[in-house]
């Protein structure tokens, strides 16, 4: 603070570099890379007045460029590129790798890319430039051919929760069409013939294979099939909550709601508070999200593991690293039916 009272800013100072380290130690720069890096050959005297510049100028390596330099050419960072980082989903998947990343000591590189083709194919360009050691991808974009070139360069790629299009590549999903079924079939069972469906954007293969399942169920079950009841391209709360209002006010309503997304889920959810429905129409939500077990109804879920996605993920990248060359993997993980209310109301009427 000045004597005023006004901030006083402080001075730009760059950071130290390796030169200014053998500056003060009083040796050669290769000497003080030696010591940096921890290579034998350097006399105790040398070494020790290195490490005291080292330790007064507060020098910090640029690991990136000793990366390059070693023979490896490893830099201990993964870049992943997900759909939105606020999402819960997403945001496990991303703990999940930096925990499995943490035993190994690399880093995590992360970004969102909000159902953009451009965004993805930026986002991994930047982490390409950076040197990244291997890519774990939600992709949005339609055709990921694009990485053919990262791929037959030896850097390691996994897919997470949607497949690549054009390119063969290990990829870590979720049973997207046996979990939609599952949660058709428990509105079914509990007495529901007019099952609404509020889903993601088309375009989004997950949303397309939970469609799937929703028509398959309702085939199966001999449901009535009423175009008007399946609202497609939600992706937001409020999106959602428009959607289910105008439903939940049309001539003839649903009297359960099947939403395949947590964002819809929650969407849904203001609308029947609003409406004051929230005990009369009964939901299953696609997707867990926190606080489901905390509203009133509790919200009944097909849940996904994201976490068990994120450790597979790493451990399938980390494996490619260590040398694995065998055939792409695909795997694909059951989801949980998880029961708490919302989805056990039973129609008013028939």
């Not at 005291?52 to 640029?62: E, K």
């Not at 790493?314 to 039916?337: H, I, N, S």
Request: glycine share 8%; with cysteine; hydrophobic share 40%.
């Amino acid at each position: 603070m000045s004597r005023n009272g006004d901030p006083v800013a402080t001075p730009y100072r760059p950071r130290p570099t390796l030169h200014d380290v053998a500056a003060m130690a009083g040796v050669s720069i290769k000497t003080a890379s030696r010591v940096v890096n921890g290579e034998n050959g350097v006399t105790p005297a040398k070494v020790a007045a290195v490490r005291r510049a080292v330790l007064q100028l507060d020098y910090r390596p640029n690991v990136s460029a000793s990366a390059l330099r070693r023979a490896s050419g490893r830099t201990a960072a993964i870049g992943m590129v997900l759909e939105d980082l606020a999402n819960p989903f997403s945001s496990a998947l991303l703990r999940a790798v930096e925990d499995a990343a943490n035993s190994r000591q690399v880093l995590i590189l992360a970004g969102s890319v909000d159902e953009d083709q451009e965004r993805e194919r930026s986002l991994v360009r930047a982490f390409s430039e950076r040197r990244v050691d291997g890519l774990i991808i939600a992709p949005v974009g339609e055709d990921q051919g694009y990485l053919r070139a990262e791929l037959e360069a030896g850097t390691p790629l996994v897919f997470v929760d949607r497949l690549p299009q054009g390119l063969p590549a290990d990829c870590v999903l979720s049973d997207n069409e046996g979990g939609a079924r599952a949660a058709v079939h428990h509105l079914a069972d509990t007495g529901h013939r007019r099952i609404a469906y509020l889903g993601d954007l088309q375009i989004v293969p997950t949303a397309q294979q939970r469609f799937a399942g929703y028509q398959r169920a309702c085939l199966e079950r001999g449901l009535p099939w009423n175009p008007a009841h399946h609202v497609h391209d939600l992706h937001t709360i409020d999106e959602a909550a428009t959607a289910t209002t105008r439903l939940l006010r049309s001539d003839e309503p649903p009297t359960a709601l099947f939403a395949s997304q947590n964002l819809v889920t929650i969407g849904a959810i203001t609308a029947l508070q609003q409406l004051g429905l929230e005990d009369t129409v009964a939901l299953v939500g696609f997707d867990d999200f926190p606080m489901a077990d905390l509203l009133k109804p509790r919200v009944s879920v097909i849940a996904q593991d994201p976490f068990q996605m994120g450790r597979v993920a790493a451990e399938l990248l980390f494996q490619r690293l260590d040398g694995d060359r065998d055939a792409p993997r695909r795997m694909v993980l059951p989801t949980t039916t998880i029961l708490r209310g919302s989805g056990e109301i039973t129609p008013a009427s028939p």
